[in-house]
């Protein structure tokens, strides 16, 4: 199977997007472009439609006119990151919910610093939003794009 990648431009930095010819696999911060040589090494630097179809969406919804993303995803995780990926999809466009409530979601009420281990280690920044986490105290914590960007999604979400 063939993974592609490209690295393009946004309001948020350069960011990286992969996937092979039927999946979004990645959007990533462009700082972490070169684990691509560790986790795909054979990827080519190369637009597929795929991932044209990410860089539109995400442009609509820097630009405000997307609230939800169509793309079809794989993510690769155990099973407990998968359900806190999952999770993260279910909050709606400008909401914001703490790491206990999604701890909660997938029935895990106790494993919040678990939940926030498995966004960290989200594949698929901003599509899968897990900017839209927050501490308890109404605090942002972690972002792997960092804490400044993650408020400029939060609060690009929220002046809509």
């Not at 010819?21 to 190369?46: C, M, S, T, W």
């Not at 998968?82 to 009420?109: C, D, F, M, R």
């Not at 939940?115 to 942002?140: E, F, W």
């Amino acid at each position: 199977m063939l993974i592609y990648y490209q690295q393009f431009d946004s309001p948020v930095g350069n960011l990286s997007a992969a996937a092979d010819d039927e999946k979004l696999r990645a959007v990533v911060y462009g700082h972490k472009i070169d684990g691509y040589n560790k986790v795909f090494p054979a990827a080519i630097d190369q637009e597929n439609e795929i991932i044209a179809t990410t860089k539109k969406q995400l442009g609509e919804y820097f630009n405000r006119r997307r609230e939800r993303f169509d793309l079809p995803l794989f993510f690769n995780g155990t099973p407990f990151q998968k359900a806190a990926w999952n999770a993260l999809l279910q909050i709606p466009y400008g909401k914001v919910i703490t790491y206990s409530e999604q701890a909660k979601i997938i029935h895990k009420a106790k494993a919040v610093r678990a939940v926030g281990s498995a966004n960290r280690l989200n594949p698929i920044s901003i599509i899968i939003p897990c900017h839209r986490v927050i501490r308890k105290s109404g605090q942002l914590a972690g972002y792997a794009g960092g804490l400044e960007i993650k408020k400029f999604l939060i609060d690009l979400e929220k002046n809509q």
